[in-house]
Each structure stands twice: as structure tokens, then as C-alpha cells.
């Protein structure tokens, strides 16, 4: 969470750092700032709120050509002006953007800063305090800035401006993100790529540990200890068009518009040329040698997990345990004699994630990441890792990249399962194409979703969503969905468990959309509607192919039975945008949340 930007180069720093930061806004969006030096010295323009406000209060008169830059998701001390980065050492000749947490602090504060007043309650503003004070001790900047970090425990992708040094930023990581830019006579830094293509395609991983002296014309690479380290960029695949909303109000819709070509994408990257399936063959014998698949992942990542589970055990035959990141390492359950782990996540960042693969891996187990971002700290840290191709996901709320999880999960279960030998009556990629068909006749029914959001979910103050068998999953990320972006209180329930408590809290008008898409539970699931009409609730059916009856306010194109939910999600996820600009919700950034959850 919280994204940083740095340049330095021959342009107006301001205008860069504050574009950089419009893209990683999707990082944190309570307060942003920037810090830009020239030979006067640093100035610093911070606000509450969104770069749209810090623009704002930025003098355009300030001329500099290199500075940093700092969008926050609070994690110490309330969003405020107060608390938003960048902050300064005592005397102003120090001044730092972090995204992370530092751990230990307040132990730093009582250890070496207890004579310092402090100016905010972050933990950031001990790292520049730190450099301020081993200043004192005759080094150099580099040698302080490098002790400072060598002290930290914690996270930290950290960006420092000396004043008295206006052509360098010194840049220092450790498990945040993040990546230096590399161009003609200009250099910069960013936690994601999207934010500096403005400025270059081609850039340099960091690891964790390393300290980088950034120049206008070098980029110097070092351990922590002093090191150089030599390292070649890459080319960042990213096509500017894919960060940009183009004519679509809202990053959401295009990114729901977006999910059938997403599926044909899959299909296109996991098929040979002979139609069969793609993968690599390590990642097939780790699969095929485990006696048990841990799924470990967070929010939607968790909910394609458990379709996933359903996947796998069903065609495959393997076991599969699904778990919430959280909460594994607390409650942590009796493992296998050959586990694999299996990371699903968009972002390859979650913190909750990481901490799991990290103890994992102590443990000696293997690891896979199925995540959107190669070369996220997920993909780097894990044994293998799977594309899910859906390209950059910018609004908050996590929608192709669900539909693209459980695409590739359906593709690895048949694999593993033609592995092991069995027959498999169901062709994944023959069945994802009829799929990505239902998708795009679902988005073209965007007049249907919005008139039911209006009709059901314009004044309630709550909702229910019920299901049964892979529809109970979906109606677990409808509700996710429903609630981030509406505000609206919502509860995916299974359709069957409503009786033991939760029917209580049916009243005249609750909304309760039901889900009835497969055949097996068809008629229960109708039973379970009969129950919460009886007792005043208003009830929308969404169904499929010859589920359908009469009276369903949508009936969705059939899709074979393993890969329904990719297609009975799109309502639902419609629903919910509609809801939210209902309800005039910031679609794309909704309160408390950020993109990447890089803290536990
Ligand atoms: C919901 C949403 C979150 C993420 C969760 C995990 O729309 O986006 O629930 O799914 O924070 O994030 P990743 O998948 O990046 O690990």
C-alpha cells in the first residue's frame, strides 16, 4: 500500500511526480504529496485527500527538475496533512516518501531519538530522523542512509532527498516494491512501472536490501553493506493504452467489459498450436508428486481459491485444502507429507500472502504463484509461477482478474488430471471460448444489471445473496463486491444454512438475490427463495440455460458446469457498479481501501 515516485531529469519535476502518482493512485488514496529540490532547497506541497487536491496547493512557479513524490493508505496516524509524506528531519536538510512499515519504530525512537520532536505520527519520519542523526557522526549520506536501513525490521520501499545534494536521490527496499526507470539523461523510481512510462519502458528490479544512488545520468546498484551489484533491465510490457480509461467512465466497467478477452488471452497462452495445454514441465511434476494442494490467498483471490479447490478435487482427483492468508500461520492445519502451495493473488503483493510463503519456504515446501503481476514479490519469492494474463487491474475492486484466476485454475486441473492419467470428458479451452461468447452477450445486458441495482439496491441499507454449490462461492464474491463499492451491507449466504440464524434478519423489501444456475440444487435453491418470500423479502433470481423459469429477472447463456461461475459473476458484478453510482460511491477508489494490501 502507499505508492512512491522519484525523477530526475531535465523537465518540470512536479508535473511528472504528480502523473506518476495519478497512476499509482490505485496504491492509497488519503493523502498524497511531493517534495522537489532545486538550488534554493527542497519544497513541499502535501494535502489530504487525492492528487486531484494536491494539485491544488503545488505552486506551478516552483522550478526543479528532480524531486519525490508519496500517495499514502494510513497505516500510522489518522489521513491528514499532518501525516502525509513527504516528511523532514529536524533541520529540513533530510526529507523521505516510504511505503512499508517499520516494526521497531519506537524501540529506534527510545534507542537514538529521544531528544527529537517528532512532527507526525508516522513511522516513516524515524528513518529520516535516523540519517539526521548518524549525519552527526561525520559519514557520508550514503554510509548513514545505508545504517539507517540496515536497523529497520519491517517494510520499506524508500526514496531520500538531501538538500544539500539536489542532483542525487538516494533510494533504499525491502519487501515493498519497487523498480528504477532507466532513460536518456533521466532517471526515476516507482513502485510500479505504470507510474513512469510517461518517462521510460525500460527498468531495473531492486531487491530487498539494496540501496541505489540515483542520478540524472547513473544508476549505482549496492547491498547494503556497500556492494556494487550489476544488474540489466527490462522492458516493461505494458501498453500505456491499458492504465487509460479511454471513453469508459470508470476503470470497473472497462475492466468488466475487458473479461472476455481476457479468457481468449488465457486460452491463447496456454494452448500449443496442436490445442494441447501449455504449461511447464516442473510445475506439472510438482503437482502431479503432491499428496495435497494448499490454496492460500486473500478477499477475491480467496473466493476463485475455492472454486479452484472445487475444480481441482472434482476433475483431477486431488485434494485440496483453500485457506485465508490471515489466518493460516494461526491456524495453521495439520499439513501433508507432500504439500504444494498454491498463491493466489492479482497483485503478487498481499502482505498476508507473504507471510505465509515466507514461512513456508523456511519449512522446505514447494510453492506456486498464480498471480497477474510476474515478477511481484509472490512470483519472485515462490518456485513457479502462473500468468493469469489479464493485464493491468486498476480499479480497486478485483473483477477480470477473478474471472482470469479461476480460467487458469480450470486450464491446471484437466492438466494435472491428464497428468495422473485419468480421462477427462471436459475440454478447458473449448469450454473457456464458449465462455468468453456468454461473457460478451452478459456485458452487452448492462441495461438489465442497472435497472435491477436500481430497482433492488437504491434504498436498502442491506442485501443477501443465496446459493448453492459453485453458485454459493459466487454469491460470497457478489457480496464482496456489493459491499466495497456500495456500502451497502451484503452477505453471500449458502442457501441452505439461511434457516440456522442469518433468516432472522429477513424484514419486508431486504433484497435477496438468488443464484440458480446448477441443475443439482436447482429445486433446493428455489426452496430456499420460497422461504425468505414468505417472509417479506424481495427476491431476484439470476439462473442459467434450462435452470431458467418463468418468473427469473436473468437468465445467463449456459457454460459448461465446471466453469459457471466465471459467467454468473458478470451479473453480479454489474449489479454492484450500478449500485455504487446509485448511490454517487467513488466506483473506482472506495473508502478505507487500497489496491495492493502490503501491510498485515
Ligand atoms: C476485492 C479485492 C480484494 C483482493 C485482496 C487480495 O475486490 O480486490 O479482496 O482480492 O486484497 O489481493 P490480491 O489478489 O492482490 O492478493
Known amino acids: 500500500m502507499c505508492g512512491i515516485v522519484g525523477y530526475i531529469g531535465n523537465e518540470d519535476a512536479k508535473e511528472i511526480l504528480l502523473k506518476g502518482l495519478e497512476k499509482l493512485e490505485y496504491r492509497g488514496y488519503d493523502s498524497a504529496g511531493i517534495a522537489v529540490v532545486n538550488k534554493e532547497g527542497v519544497h513541499i506541497y502535501k494535502e489530504k485527500g487525492r492528487i486531484a487536491s494536491l494539485r491544488n496547493v503545488v505552486d506551478e512557479s516552483t522550478e526543479a527538475t528532480a524531486g519525490i513524490g508519496h500517495t499514502r493508505w494510513a497505516t500510522h496516524g489518522p489521513p491528514s496533512k499532518r501525516n502525509a509524506h513527504p516528511h523532514q528531519s529536524t533541520s529540513s536538510r533530510f526529507t523521505i516518501v516510504h511505503n512499508g512499515v517499520i516494526e521497531n519504530y519506537e524501540q529506534l525512537k527510545r534507542e537514538y531519538l529521544e531528544d527529537v520532536t517528532f512532527t507526525s505520527d508516522t513511522d516513516t519520519e524515524v528513518i529520516v530522523q535516523l540519517v539526521e542523526q548518524f549525519m552527526k557522526e561525520d559519514q557520508s549520506v550514503e554510509a548513514a542512509f545505508r545504517k539507517v536501513l540496515s536497523l529497520l525490521k519491517g517494510s520499506y520501499a524508500t526514496a531520500l532527498l538531501d538538500e544539500q545534494e539536489p542532483e542525487k536521490i538516494y533510494v533504499g527496499k525491502n519487501k515493498s516494491p519497487l523498480l528504477v526507470g532507466i532513460g536518456d539523461g533521466v532517471n526515476v523510481i516507482a513502485s510500479d512501472a505504470m507510474a513512469m512510462l510517461q518517462v521510460t519502458n525500460q527498468f531495473v528490479e531492486l531487491m530487498d536490501k539494496e540501496v541505489v544512488i540515483v542520478t540524472r545520468d547513473a544508476v549505482t546498484i549496492k547491498s547494503i553493506d556497500g556492494q556494487t551489484v550489476e544488474r540489466d533491465h527490462f522492458v516493461a510490457e505494458l501498453d500505456a493504452s491499458d492504465i487509460e480509461k479511454g471513453t469508459y467512465p470508470h476503470f470497473m466497467l472497462k475492466e468488466i467489459d475487458e473479461q472476455p478477452f481476457v479468457i481468449r488471452n488465457i486460452i491463447s497462452k496456454y494452448q500449443d498450436d496442436n490445442g494441447q495445454i501449455i504449461l511447464d514441465e516442473d510445475i506439472r511434476a510438482t503437482l502431479k508428486e503432491a499428496d495435497r494442494l494448499y490454496i492460500i490467498a486473500a478477499g477475491t483471490s480467496y473466493h476463485a481459491g475455492l472454486m479452484g479447490k472445487q475444480l481441482i478435487e472434482t ?102 488430471a491428464n497428468a495422473k492419467g485419468i480421462t477427462v470428458d471436459f475440454d478447458p479451452i473449448q469450454e473457456l471460448s464458449i465462455v468468453a461468447n456468454a461473457m460478451e452477450t452478459l456485458c452487452d445486458k448492462k441495461e438489465t444489471f442497472e435497472k435491477i441495482a436500481r430497482d433492488y439496491l437504491s434504498i436498502t441499507r442491506n442485501c443477501f445473496f443465496i446459493g448453492r454449490a459453485a453458485d454459493y462461492y459466487v454469491c460470497l464474491e457478489g457480496a464482496l463486491k456489493l459491499k466495497e463499492i456500495s456500502y451497502i451491507q451484503a452477505e453471500g449466504f449458502a442457501g441452505g444454512e439461511l434457516k440456522h440464524g442469518t433468516i432472522a434478519l429477513i424484514e419486508d423489501g431486504t433484497p435477496v438475490i438468488a443464484l440458480a444456475t446448477q441443475d443439482h440444487v436447482n429445486l433446493s435453491i428455489r426452496g430456499n427463495v420460497k422461504e425468505v418470500a414468505a417472509r417479506g423479502a424481495a427476491t431476484c433470481i439470476i439462473s442459467m440455460g434450462d435452470c431458467a423459469q418463468e418468473d427469473d429477472q436473468f437468465v445467463i447463456p449456459p457454460v459448461h458446469k465446471h466453469l459457471s461461475a466465471l459467467a454468473t459473476v458478470i451479473p453480479l458484478q454489474l449489479i454492484s457498479y450500478y449500485a455504487a453510482l446509485h448511490r454517487d460511491c467513488d466506483v473506482d477508489k472506495p473508502r478505507n481501501l487500497a489496491k495492493s494490501v502490503t501491510v498485515e
Open 315 to 416: 476433475i483431477s482427483g486431488k485434494p485440496v485444502e483453500v485457506h485465508i492468508a490471515s489466518e493460516f500461520l494461526y491456524n495453521m492445519p495439520l499439513l501433508s507429507e507432500k504439500p504444494l502451495f498454491i498463491f493466489i493473488s492479482q497483485s503478487g503483493e498481499t502482505a498476508d500472502s507473504r507471510g505465509v510463503l515466507v514461512d513456508i519456504k523456511e519449512k522446505g515446501y514447494p510453492a506456486l504463484t498464480i498471480t497477474n503481476v510476474p515478477g511481484s514479490t509472490l512470483s519472485r519469492e515462490a518456485d513457479f509461477t502462473l500468468h493469469t494474463h489479464a493485464g493491468p487491474e486498476i480499479a480497486v475492486a478485483s473483477t477480470k482478474a477473478y474471472t482470469a484466476q479461476m480460467a487458469v485454475l480450470a486450464i491446471l486441473a484437466c492438466d494435472l
